[in-house]
């Protein structure tokens, strides 16, 4: 378990809808990572957030969105949806901004049909 | 978006051997980092590594940061079938401020067989 909590962990959702994902780093940890991994492919970085503030962006579409509360918890939203954002969207969590040391959740399985 | 370039892109072994896997980059990174993905589950952190020429073991895993600080390897000796799933390195550059990039590679998948 790596203290990184993420709901739901499956999700079925029709085209043109919207979802919201969930994540909770770990205790102490100010840094939330949100990452989407397609089938056999690898991790593509979303966007990051410290401390409440976005602080990097990656290949995130304008149709996501997502934020960090006060308590750390953030949140990943998706809308519009469309077939091909099926994936895997992986929540991670550190301490250090130094190291890259990350600590991922179970992931969020989205299916849009 | 950008990734390591990770070899080889799949391995199908026999219980017992030693396993080899590379990544290589254009870019230098300050630390580099190797996880494991099993089937359903999020990335694990197995051994990072944080210094150039950096030899470092954990079990049955051996990873290095090359010198030149754009590549890294990691082996597994006498593998055994708990070892099957996906290996990905991952380069970590420190950016300006608290932002940090940390890149993929784009996995080895283990198969060991009895």
Known sequence: DSGV???????????????????????????????????????????????????????????FSAQQFPDLHSELNLSSLELGDSALYFCASSFSRV?????????????VL | GQQLNQSPQSMFIQEGEDVSMNCTSSSIFNT??????????????????????ELTSNGRLTAQFGITRKDSFL?????????????????????TGTASKLTFGTGTRLQVTL
Not at chain 1, 15 to 37: E, I, K
Not at chain 1, 99 to 111: A, D, I, M, V
């Open chain 1, 99 to 111: 190291t890259g040391e990350l600590f991922f959740g179970e992931g969020s399985r989205l299916t």
């Open chain 2, 32 to 53: 580099w980092l190797w996880y494991k993905q099993e089937p359903g589950e999020g990335p694990v952190l197995l051994i990072a590594l944080y210094k150039a020429g």
């Open chain 1, 5 to 63: 909590t993420q709901t739901p962990k499956h999700l079925i959702t029709a085209t043109g809808q919207r979802v919201t994902l969930r994540c909770s780093p770990r205790s102490g940890d100010l840094s939330v990572y949100w990452y989407q991994q397609s089938l056999d492919q690898g991790l593509q970085f979303l966007i990051q957030y410290y401390n409440g503030e976005e602080r990097a962006k990656g290949n995130i579409l304008e149709r």
């Open chain 2, 75 to 95: 082996n597994i000796s006498a593998s055994i079938p708990s070892d099957v799933g996906i290996y990905f390195c991952a380069g970590h550059a420190i950016n």
